[in-house]
């Protein structure tokens, strides 16, 4: 099927971001999403690899989808916790396994890693689907967050 990931180069911007605003069209529960927000994440992600990273899905050579990953040690898994903070699939690749595969090959990328964690939307009933299926479960603990001013 000729499906490989990369992580993100400059070139792949303009379809990074093209792609992170369908999904956010598409689950549109949480925050405004913004261009400058995907900038500073890019940025981030360029200055600091030890703490996220973005990987585009290429299929035959054409970008299919995208992952942003960011990573943090967690003392109650005694190590380090992949967060799959977004994962998106173009619906012209999906149901071909994309984003199956990557999700599989995160522990060859990260053999320090000890969990995977994502979220999903209450409502995205498909997404909570599909991570069921291949062995994700409720966590415990409810996920909570606080703002700060900036």
């Given at each position: 099927?000729?499906?490989?990931?990369?992580?993100?180069?400059?070139?792949?911007?303009e379809e990074l971001a093209t792609m992170i605003f369908a999904l956010y069209t598409e689950d549109?529960?949480?925050?405004r999403l913004?261009?400058?927000k995907i900038r500073l994440t890019v940025t981030?992600?360029?200055?600091?690899?030890?703490k996220l990273a973005i990987w585009i899905f290429r299929r035959k050579g054409i970008v299919a989808g995208y992952g942003i990953l960011n990573f943090?040690?967690?003392?109650?898994?005694?190590?380090?916790?992949?967060?799959?903070?977004?994962i998106?699939?173009?619906?012209e690749a999906r149901g071909l396994g994309i984003a199956t595969m990557f999700i599989e090959s995160?522990?060859?990328?990260?053999p320090k890693g000890c969990a995977l964690?994502?979220?999903?939307?209450?409502s995205n009933m498909n997404a909570i689907k599909f991570y069921r299926q291949i062995g994700f479960e409720e966590a415990p603990n409810l996920h909570m967050i606080r703002k700060q001013s900036r």
């Open positions: 099927m000729d499906i490989t990931f990369e992580l993100y180069q400059e070139p792949d911007f549109p529960e949480g925050e913004t261009l400058e981030e992600a360029e200055k600091h690899k030890d943090f040690w967690s003392n109650e898994y005694g190590g380090d916790i992949v967060n799959i903070d977004e998106y699939v173009k619906s995160l522990s060859l990328m990260y964690k994502l979220e999903a939307s209450h």
